[in-house]
Nanobody
Framework: QVQLVESGGGLVQTGGSLRLSCTASGRTFSSYVMGWFRQAPGKEREFVAAISWGGGRSIYAEPVKDRFTISRDNAKNTVYLQMNSLKPEDTAVYYC?????????????WGQGTQVTVSS
């Protein structure tokens, strides 16, 4: 099992940037595909991005392509989400998740989330 803790959320203006971090403990971090999801008020949780075990492959949801970048540092047991050109519709609680497969769903392990608010 793996435990996940997110950080880096906050309030930012439209067009600004934030970098989220998620640090893992427990079983070997590099054994897991890592993903980011988000849930806006009144909406279902949605996939944002995921990165393979070694970081060589990543996938993104269409709304964030070319604005967000997922990366990982296996030596630090940490995955990052660099968010640029933020929009008010990016406002949500962002969750880190871990899986054994590079996929957009079915992640068994989750963090508690970090709030991102983009003001217009």
């Amino acid at each position: 099992q793996v435990q996940l803790v997110e950080s880096g959320g906050g309030l930012v203006q439209t067009g600004g940037s934030l970098r989220l971090s998620c640090t893992a403990s427990g079983r070997t971090f590099s054994s897991y595909v890592m993903g980011w999801f988000r849930q806006a008020p009144g909406k279902e949780r949605e996939f944002v991005a995921a990165i393979s075990w070694g970081g060589g492959r990543s996938i993104y949801a269409e709304p964030v392509k070319d604005r967000f970048t997922i990366s990982r540092d296996n030596a630090k047991n940490t995955v990052y989400l660099q968010m640029n050109s933020l929009k008010p519709e990016d406002t949500a609680v962002y969750y880190c998740a871990a899986s054994l497969r590079l996929t957009e769903s079915g992640y068994p392990y989750w963090g508690q989330g970090t709030q991102v608010t983009v003001s217009s």
